[in-house]
């Protein structure tokens, strides 16, 4: 398996690969390391496989690269230095090559940061940088990465690509070695993040090249049917399976645990709304802040996760009117996070409808709340609409218009008045569905199906 970060987090990858290697199946997975540009890569045993970490780029590459940030460069620069000082005579030699060609990598630090300073401040060179910026990251860094990737790769019978930024390496592993190429799409990768908000010519760009790549591939997994029927026309692909983002089948602790209220103090009737996962754009945590007025004065919010938007929410939390009703809690391990997920009263998923990708998107949280029994409030999008509200065992929660902070308080404000019956009931319904129908168990029948259709031996 090949994937473009660090994979200590990414659900979806470290549970693939570890049930593959509980079905008796050697699995490696190409990861990148921490740091993008260290010097070394690492190796980590985990659950029945390995992780092999690679670096984006080495040798002048990573100077270059490294120079883009000044600090890191010095620091980075004193410590190769020192190391070089203390391995004479090849070291020496070293550090003399390096004294030579240092003014062309300042003089490349340098046209960078002019270069940086321009685009940022006049709109027009910052539009026509964004046009071009996707394809030096594509060329200078995704392509190297997948160069190194594919070199640490072990042969295989298949090369299953984490979504786009990994599947040059699974087509560059599979040329070297022979092999199968899988394409796992997380998302509409054209359509999600900053990639949505490119220009049109650099989002045209990328589909070309996605449709190359993807051509290589014998199948293309996703995670539901209305990602899977947009890629699967867009990229010609026949064989399209879908494989949602559930975890493993969980039964809360009968006595019902209350982690937040011991963790925050909160006193023993207050009722916890819970967001949890990535702080990042159109998540909709924006929305649920903005929701706080409309919730009852029991209420706290609880924003669980990590991202580049946690000093931005931190300060948040303390502005007038939320302090003291909205808390900050760092990431948990994957393996300790339904136990906290079940110690909400409702898990909040308001994704804004802001590009394709959110309004198509059934996010891990929607899944891992079910898995933990808690009831779920989200966006009013057609798949999260046919989970949560079209459950033929009945609603698992509500849906609203998330740009409606009104809306949104009123949606989780009617979960909130359930009576004690009520709630427990919904409660078990979400208990009932996950195991039904949202388990891994169930995803895995079919991961295994696709590998076996393409070997034509049982997996």
């Known amino acids: 398996m090949f994937v473009l970060n660090p994979c200590r987090m990414d659900a979806r990858v470290l549970r693939e690969a570890a049930t593959l290697a509980a079905a008796g199946h050697d699995v490696t997975v190409i990861a990148r390391t921490d740091e993008a540009y260290a010097a070394a890569g690492e190796r980590e045993a985990r659950d029945g496989f390995e992780i092999v970490r690679v670096p984006v780029a080495g040798g002048a590459l990573r100077w270059l690269l490294l120079a883009r940030v ?22 020496w030699l070293a550090l003399a090559g390096a004294v030579l060609v240092s003014p062309i990598v300042l003089a490349f630090a340098a046209a960078l940061a002019v270069v940086a300073a321009v685009t940022m401040a006049v709109p027009p060179f910052r539009r026509a940088w964004d046009g071009v910026a996707w394809k030096l990251q594509w060329r200078v860094s995704i392509l190297s990465w997948s160069r190194r990737a594919a070199a640490a790769a072990p042969p295989a019978d298949f090369f299953h690509a984490h979504d786009l930024l990994a599947l040059p390496a699974a087509a560059t592993a599979r040329g ?38 993807a051509s290589q591939a014998a ?26 983002n559930c975890p493993p089948r969980w039964d809360p602790p009968a006595a019902p645990e209350r982690r937040f209220h011991a963790r925050l103090g909160l006193a023993p009737g207050t009722r916890v709304v819970l967001y949890h996962g990535g702080f990042v754009r159109d998540r909709g945590i924006e929305a649920l802040l903005a929701a706080v007025p409309w919730l009852p004065p029991d209420a706290v919010v609880v924003l669980l996760g990590y991202g580049p ?86 609603p698992l929660g509500a849906v609203c218009d998330p740009t409606d902070p009104a809306a949104l308080g009123a949606a989780i404000v009617g979960l909130l008045r359930l009576d004690e019956a009520a709630a427990a009931d919904l409660r078990a319904r979400c208990l009932r569905a996950a195991h039904a129908r949202y388990a891994w168990e169930t995803q895995l029948k079919v991961l295994l199906g696709v590998y076996a259709d393409l070997t034509g031996r049982p997996w």
């Open 70 to 91: 000044p600090t890191r460069f010095r620091l980075e620069l004193r410590g190769w230095v020192r190391a070089a000082l203390r391995r004479p005579p090849a070291g």
């Open 176 to 213: 070297r070695s022979g092999g199968i190429v899988v394409y796992d799409s997380h998302e509409v990768f054209v359509e999600a993040g900053a990639n949505a908000r490119r220009p049109a010519a650099a989002k045209r760009g990328l589909r070309a090249i996605e449709r190359e790549l």
């Open 219 to 244: 199948a293309l997994v996703t995670v539901n049917e209305s990602i899977a029927e947009l890629l699967g026309g867009a990229l010609g692909l026949d064989r399209v399976v879908v494989v949602m």
């Open 309 to 394: 938007l946690r000093d931005t929410l931190a300060e948040a939390a303390r502005a007038p009117g939320l302090a003291g009703r909205v808390h900050l809690l760092d990431a948990v391990p994957p393996d300790e996070l339904l136990g906290w997920v079940a110690s909400a009263d409702v898990a909040v998923m308001a994704n804004q409808p802001a590009t394709l990708n959110e309004r198509l998107s059934t996010p891990n949280k929607l899944f891992e709340s079910l898995a933990a029994g808690t009831p779920v409030v989200s966006s009013d999008f057609p798949e999260r609409r046919r989970i949560v509200i079209d459950d033929p065992d009945g």
